[in-house]
Structures are given as structure tokens and as C-alpha cells.
């Protein structure tokens, strides 16, 4: 069968996020969970559903960045909605500056999504308190700002003066919209919400999630939850107080955090973990739950075929959508020249999903036609391989030496790093994590000491 070869492109888009409640993307979306330890999703469900549906919960989500989350979010969200429950899923990188962030950043960011969903479900929130703290904080900006700055911000004024009119989300939205693109501007809103966090908090609490859980209560839904994904992509820069900007948020502020009076599902970046800090985390929180790779081996070496069946599925469905598993394997030499070298390709991605999809896509974009060689995908591996070695030190290429030969990493400053470089892989088996170097390298020199 012919293989429209752009459009195969197109499916193996590597930043592109499934969404489960939309009938292609249910063609390509492989479940994972059978490999990866637990069935994570599953566990965060129960946890509103059955085990507090009432009582309002708080839970980090982990894992590196690409290996799926947003994906299982958004899987997450569908179920929920299935149970009953009004769900707010946003992506915070497009409400906040990454590189920046403070607590008030993230609590108006939360507002005003949850705002925005409720006037959509055309639920009524006065929220006056609310609506007269975002005034005064407009009046406090416009004070300190230039007449060259309210160029910039045509909108504020407008916010400002239609008293009454406009809704509640475009307001915060008018502060979140500053906060993102005005360093200056964005200094001076948290200096003047930064002291009033907690009347933030008791604001978002009693005008706004509240009233909105006993309205979607009376029309026969089960409670709110707000997913916030990509709070784990913030910089880990240090704050000018001198604390990294990770632990600043999610241990300093973890009572505003978790102070929210519906269930939350936090993005936590995966560092964290292997941070000093991490037994100060989980007295604040419940034990993070972590995304890990799909296994392409085991701790010993020995290959792990059912991961690898896992990912030759996800490969193949984007090739053939329509067809059943058994199809999909018939169909292989269409797309590569040999089985051998889809296994090579699901290999060397170390089971990050993001990874192999964006090997596959530049290989495809180096073929450019059908059957895809395995001379051009070493050419692919290699381009990579040196692309991820020019920044590693003589300190992480012996950091990695170790990975590989101890298969676990410790709280070290320097295996963070190796984490959020992607060139560790954290994996699950029964329970445990073991670590292993990303396969990528495999073949450099230093790697072998060399």
C-alpha cells in the first residue's frame, strides 16, 4: 500500500501533543503504562474520584521533558471529565515568563484559566473583593509606569476604567499579560502582590473556586480540578535573593501551592527530585508521581521486549493509523529497509517518546522517500550524538561513566544537571528506579574513557 510520505511527516510531528478526546490523534496514542512501573494516570484519577472526591487534593507530576506528561494530562482530563468533574487544563509557559516566575505569577495564571473555563460553562462569579484587589493593583501599576509603557499595554487603561464590565478573566488577564512581557512591570506586580499573597489566595478561594464547586455541584458535576502542565520547564536560575528558582517555588511557596481549594495537578521539573531539598518536598506534598521511560532493557543488559513492541507500534501507527497491530508489522519494509532498523531506531531513543519521534522526523526530512535506510538514520544519530556532546564537560562525561556502570544517580548538582540535559534516562522496574546513560552516546569515545 502506498504511503503518502509528507503525511507521515506530519504524523511523527515530535511536538505535537495528543489529544485523547480527538479521534485521530485516538489512532496514535499507545499505551505505555504496562512498561513503565505503574498505571500513573489510573493512580492520579483514584485519587480525586474515589479517595477524596469532596476534599480538595495537591499532586506533583514528573518526568523529563518530552517523555510524554502533557499527553497523559490530557488523557487524565478526559477521564475525569467522564467521572463528572469540571477540568481545567492550561499549559503554563503560555501564561508565564519561564524564566522568572514568582508565586503571584502563578496564582493569577490559575485564576484566570479557571475564570475563563467558567464563563465558557456560563457559571456566575461576582467575585468583588477579587475584582477590587486586581483594580487597586492596575492603579498601583499605572502610577509606576511610563507613558511609554502604556503604549505598550493599550488594554490596562481600558481594563481600568470599564468598572463592572469587563469579566473577570480579561482583568487578571490584563495583569498576566504585563507580568509576561515587561521585566520592570513584572518586578513591581509581585512586589506589590508578593505581601498580599495570602489575601490572593483567600480571594481565589472565596469569590472564584468556591461558588464555582457548589454551582457545578447543583448541575450535577462532581467538583472542579485545574491541571497546570509545563511548571516543570521553568529555569532553575537563582532568584535575587539567592535561592534556585525550582525550590523557591515548589518548597518556599508549596502552602499557596497547595492552599488552592480545589484538586490540583502540578508539573514539577524532574530535578527536583535529585535535589537536596527533596525530603523538604515530600513533607509538603504527597510522594511525587513520576513519568518514566518506556524500557528498551533492563537493569542487566537483557533487551526489554515488550517496551520495544510498544514503541514499534507507536512508529507503525503513524505510518498506518487504520490498520490492526498484526497489519502494521506485515507493513514494515514499506517504511524502513529492514525490521532490524526500526528496532535500531526505538533503541537508540532510549524509550524517550519525544526523542524518537524527533529522530524519525529528521530522518525522514534526510530520506526524504520510502523505504527510510539505516545508512541515513546513523547519519541522523551521529548529526545528534554531536550535537549533545559539545556542551558535556570532563566532570559529567565522568558523572556518565559512573551512570552507566552504577545504573543510579545521587543528589549531586551534577547529575541534576545530566537529568534535565536528557543525557540520563530515569526507568522503572517493580518499583525501583535504576538510571542509564541516554543511547545516544553510546559509541562516543569519552564514554568509554578514551
Given at each position: 500500500m502506498g504511503i503518502d510520505l509528507r503525511q507521515f511527516f506530519q504524523a511523527t510531528n515530535p511536538?505535537?501533543?495528543?489529544?485523547?478526546?480527538?479521534?485521530?490523534?485516538q489512532k496514535y496514542y499507545i499505551d505505555f503504562s504496562s512498561v513503565r512501573g505503574s498505571k500513573i494516570i489510573e493512580e492520579l484519577k483514584d485519587n480525586i474520584t474515589f479517595f477524596s472526591p469532596d476534599a480538595p487534593t495537591c499532586v506533583l507530576f514528573t518526568g523529563h521533558i518530552g517523555c510524554g506528561k502533557s499527553t497523559e494530562l490530557l488523557r487524565l482530563k478526559a477521564e475525569l471529565e467522564q467521572e463528572g468533574f469540571h477540568v481545567v487544563y492550561f499549559e503554563s509557559s503560555e501564561d508565564l515568563e519561564m524564566a522568572d516566575v514568582d508565586i503571584s505569577d502563578v496564582l493569577l495564571a490559575i485564576a484566570k484559566r479557571v475564570s475563563e473555563s467558567l464563563e465558557k460553562a456560563q457559571l456566575n462569579t461576582q467575585a468583588k473583593g477579587f475584582r477590587a484587589l486586581?483594580?487597586?493593583?492596575?492603579?498601583?501599576?499605572?502610577?509606576?509606569?511610563?507613558?511609554?509603557?502604556?503604549?505598550?499595554?493599550?488594554?490596562?487603561?481600558?481594563?481600568?476604567?470599564?468598572?463592572?464590565?469587563?469579566s473577570l478573566s480579561a482583568g487578571i488577564a490584563e495583569l498576566t499579560v504585563i507580568a509576561k512581557n515587561d521585566q520592570g512591570l513584572r518586578e513591581r506586580l509581585n512586589q506589590y502582590l508578593g505581601p498580599q499573597k495570602n489575601k490572593l489566595l483567600e480571594?481565589?478561594?472565596?469569590?472564584?473556586?468556591?461558588?464555582?464547586?457548589?454551582?457545578l455541584k447543583q448541575r450535577g458535576r462532581k467538583g472542579?480540578?485545574?491541571?497546570?502542565?509545563?511548571?516543570d520547564r521553568i529555569d532553575n536560575r537563582t532568584k535575587s535573593f539567592g535561592r534556585p528558582q525550582q525550590e523557591y517555588l515548589f518548597i518556599d511557596q508549596s502552602e499557596?501551592?497547595?492552599?488552592?481549594?480545589?484538586?490540583?495537578?502540578?508539573?514539577?521539573?524532574?530535578?527536583?527530585?535529585?535535589?537536596?531539598?527533596?525530603?523538604?518536598?515530600?513533607?509538603?506534598?504527597?510522594?511525587?508521581?513520576?513519568?518514566?521511560?518506556?524500557?528498551?532493557?533492563?537493569?542487566?543488559?537483557n533487551p526489554c521486549e515488550e517496551g520495544l513492541k510498544l514503541l514499534r507500534q507507536m512508529v507503525l501507527s503513524r505510518a498506518f493509523p487504520d490498520l490492526d497491530t498484526t497489519q502494521q508489522i506485515e507493513q514494515v519494509t514499506e517504511i524502513f529497509d529492514t525490521p532490524a532498523t526500526l528496532d535500531r531506531l526505538c533503541c537508540v531513543s532510549g524509550g524517550h517518546v519525544?526523542?524518537?519521534?524527533?529522530?524519525?522526523?529528521?530522518?525522514?526530512?534526510?530520506?526524504?522517500?520510502?523505504?527510510?535506510?539505516?545508512?541515513?538514520?546513523?547519519?541522523?544519530?551521529?548529526?545528534r550524538r554531536n550535537e549533545m556532546m559539545m556542551p558535556i564537560s570532563d566532570e559529567e562525561w565522568e558523572l556518565l561513566r559512573q551512570v552507566r556502570q552504577r545504573k543510579k544517580v545521587s543528589g549531586d548538582q551534577g547529575?541534576?544537571?545530566?537529568?534535565?540535559?536528557?543525557?540520563?534516562?530515569?526507568?522503572?522496574?517493580?518499583?525501583?528506579?535504576?538510571?542509564?546513560?541516554?543511547?545516544?552516546?553510546?559509541?562516543?569515545?569519552e564514554l568509554d574513557g578514551s
Open positions: 511536538s505535537k501533543t495528543l489529544v485523547a478526546t480527538n479521534e485521530e490523534d486586581l483594580e487597586n493593583t492596575m492603579k498601583v501599576l499605572l502610577t509606576e509606569v511610563d507613558v511609554k509603557a502604556k503604549a505598550k499595554l493599550p488594554g490596562l487603561e481600558a481594563g481600568l476604567s470599564s468598572q463592572g464590565e469587563f480571594a481565589i478561594n472565596k469569590e472564584l473556586l468556591e461558588p464555582a464547586i457548589v454551582q472542579l480540578v485545574v491541571i497546570v502542565d509545563n511548571l499557596c501551592l497547595t492552599r488552592l481549594n480545589c484538586h490540583l495537578v502540578y508539573t514539577m521539573p524532574l530535578a527536583l527530585k535529585f535535589s537536596n531539598e527533596y525530603g523538604m518536598l515530600t513533607q509538603r506534598y504527597e510522594e511525587p508521581k513520576v513519568l518514566p521511560m518506556v524500557p528498551i532493557q533492563f537493569r542487566d543488559g519525544r526523542d524518537l519521534l524527533r529522530l524519525l522526523n529528521d530522518w525522514i526530512k534526510k530520506g526524504r522517500q520510502l523505504p527510510l535506510s539505516s545508512t541515513t538514520l546513523e547519519e541522523v544519530i551521529r548529526a547529575y541534576q544537571t545530566l537529568i534535565r540535559s536528557r543525557l540520563v534516562f530515569e526507568y522503572r522496574d517493580r518499583g525501583e528506579s535504576w538510571f542509564d546513560v541516554n543511547p545516544i552516546l553510546t559509541g562516543a569515545r
